[in-house]
Every structure is written in structure tokens, then in C-alpha cells.
């Protein structure tokens, strides 16, 4: 997958399903050694990479304090189905799943990539929740 076409599918596939969690694209760099996608709303940030050498695709979410600024360590993609997938309704998970066979992946890493989103699209929900809602309870 080259740069082109990261970023076509970064813009079309997550711009789709992270707008329905309330995150927008802020920053695409694509070149180099990796490709990068920033999401954000002003309190959570997903921060998509890839880099072509290796074909390594990684998916990063993590708190953003009110200055603009990364909170912690963030978790991966994998991190956060372990902690929520449990809690997503089959019907949600089917229809989720649908959308991938839209966009039409050209190959292997492009369906991961695509699947990836997905996931993340039915998992960021309830982190946003957990996350902003423990912050607004010690509060």
C-alpha cells in the first residue's frame, strides 16, 4: 500500500466511521519510512501509522489534555478489544463488518486496515465514555 493510497483510505474509511464517534481528521503525513493519520475531538486522539517497509499497521488512542497535549501512554487497538469487545451487540458488530466489504480492499493489508477501523469505530465509544466519564466523576 503506498502513500496514495493510505491516505485515500485513512480519509474515507476512518474519516466515515470516526466522525460517527465525534473525531476528525487533523493531521495526514504520508511519506517516508511511515504514513501517519491523526483523529481528535479535544479529549481523545487516535493516532493511526503505517509503515510500508514492513507492512506494520498500528492504531494508538490516548487522552488529550485541555492544553492539546498526549495524557499517558495511550492503548493499542488490541488493548482496547480486550477491555470492550465483550460489550458490543452482534447486530452492531454485523453491520460494522458490512461496511468493510464497501470499500472494496485491494488486498490483504488494506482488509486489515479496513477491519481495524471498524473495530476501533465500535470500541472508541465506550473508552470515550469510560475514559471522559471517570475524569468527570473525580471531578
Known sequence: MD???FAALVETISG???AKAGLALTDLRVGGRAHVAEFGNGQIGVTIGFEPGDNFLSFDVHQVSPEG???????????????????????????A???????QPRDALERRLAKSVVDLSLV????????????????
Open 3 to 5: 502513500g496514495k493510497r
Open 16 to 18: 466515515a466511521l470516526l
Open 69 to 95: 497535549n498526549r495524557v499517558g501512554s495511550g492503548l493499542t487497538l488490541a488493548e482496547l478489544n480486550r477491555l470492550f469487545a465483550a460489550d458490543i451487540p452482534a447486530a452492531e458488530r454485523d453491520a
Open 97 to 103: 463488518a458490512a461496511l468493510v466489504a464497501q470499500w
Open 124 to 139: 472508541l465509544p465506550r473508552y470515550t465514555v469510560a475514559a471522559i466519564g471517570s475524569e468527570t466523576s473525580q471531578a
